[in-house]
């Protein structure tokens, strides 16, 4: 069974960096495309960023240029680190495998997540 377990979230001001990570067991990183996902209050969860088997990475466009996304083989760890937080960045983020049309492997299985506030 897969298990998906984030951390590292907070509160910070705008302008601000937060490193997510996200830690699995039931499924090799190495092998399937893994991403992130957030959803803010009173809005549908949305894809954030992505990292294929081959470590090609894309992004949501309201966040390119700011997160970068990256893996770590060894600990079955994926990553996402974020600067210039915005407001609008405010919601809890969640990670699991990603298609290359975005949706997630295992939509019936998520973690908790991890709160992100952006707020001054």
């Known amino acids: 069974q897969v298990q998906l377990v984030e951390s590292g979230g907070g509160f910070v001001q705008p302008g601000g960096s937060l490193e997510l990570s996200c830690a699995a067991s039931g499924v090799t990183f190495s092998t399937v495309p893994m991403g992130w996902y957030r959803q803010a209050p009173g809005k549908q969860r949305e894809f954030v960023a992505r990292?294929?088997?081959?470590?090609?990475?894309t992004y949501a466009d309201s966040v390119k240029g700011r997160f970068t996304i990256s893996r770590d083989g060894a600990k079955n760890t994926v990553y996402l680190h974020m600067n210039s937080l915005k407001p609008e960045d405010t919601a809890v983020y969640y990670c699991?495998?990603?298609?290359?049309?975005?949706?997630?492997?295992?939509?019936?299985?998520w973690g908790r997540g991890t709160q992100v506030k952006v707020s001054s």
């Open positions: 990292i294929s088997r081959d470590l090609i990475k």
């Open positions: 699991n495998a990603v298609f290359t049309d975005n949706s997630p492997y295992f939509p019936n299985n």
